[in-house]
């Protein structure tokens, strides 16, 4: 009897080792993946150079609400202080600078509603101001209530970028 179950434990482990089995149990590991959110963090000048905004990962930070510029992160706020950081005019800035509903700056560099087309697609939409199509206000919106970018168009020409939470009406207004 302990001759056979010799021979059984050893022909066991054998066969296990050849095909890669171990005579122990397999210890199974849960691991908690962290869920993570687009992003996108600017510093610097931006108006001479907007080539940004066409950046799926600046697309996706905008649906994703999660866009900072400077240290100032744009976030729904109740504020009614302005700061001007490089060529950006925040609005609405929190008592502590951190946070801001708007951003507003003028486009020195060359961008199109072609360029914009490319990527933001029918997604770009356009508000009806009765002026030709190359001309007037155009915006992104992928959430409702949500985070918005306004792209001020004359005659193709992308000449200011405005970008965070407000009304139109309130995001345009000139500074």
Same mark, same amino acid.
């Given at each position: ?6 021979? +059984?434990? !050893?022909?066991?482990? !054998? ?16 691991? !908690?993946?962290?869920? /993570? ?14 080539? #940004?905004? +066409? ?13 900072? #510029? ?19 005019? #925040? ?27 490319? +990527? ?11 002026? *030709?199509? /190359? ?39 000139? *500074?």
């Amino acid at each position: 009897m302990k001759k056979t179950t010799k021979t +059984l434990v !050893a022909t066991t482990l !054998a066969f296990g080792t050849l095909f890669g089995m171990g005579a122990t149990g397999e210890v199974t590991q849960h691991t !908690a993946h962290a869920a /993570t959110s687009a992003y996108y963090n600017y510093n610097g000048y931006a108006g001479h150079d907007v080539s #940004f905004v +066409l950046d799926k990962n600046f697309k996706n930070a905008v649906k994703a609400e999660n866009v900072t #510029f400077n240290g100032i992160k744009l976030k729904n706020t109740n504020s009614t202080k302005n700061v001007k950081k490089y060529d950006q005019y #925040f609005r609405n800035v929190s008592k502590d600078g951190k946070t801001a509903s708007l951003l507003d700056m003028k486009v020195t560099g060359h961008m199109s509603l072609a360029q914009l087309n490319k +990527l933001y697609g029918k997604d770009l939409q356009k508000i009806d101001n009765g002026k *030709n199509n /190359t001309t007037g206000i155009y915006f992104y919106q992928p959430n409702q209530n949500g985070m918005t970018v306004w792209f001020d168009l004359n005659e193709g020409k992308v000449d200011r970028v405005v970008m965070g939470y407000s009304t139109t009406q309130q995001a345009m207004k000139k *500074n």
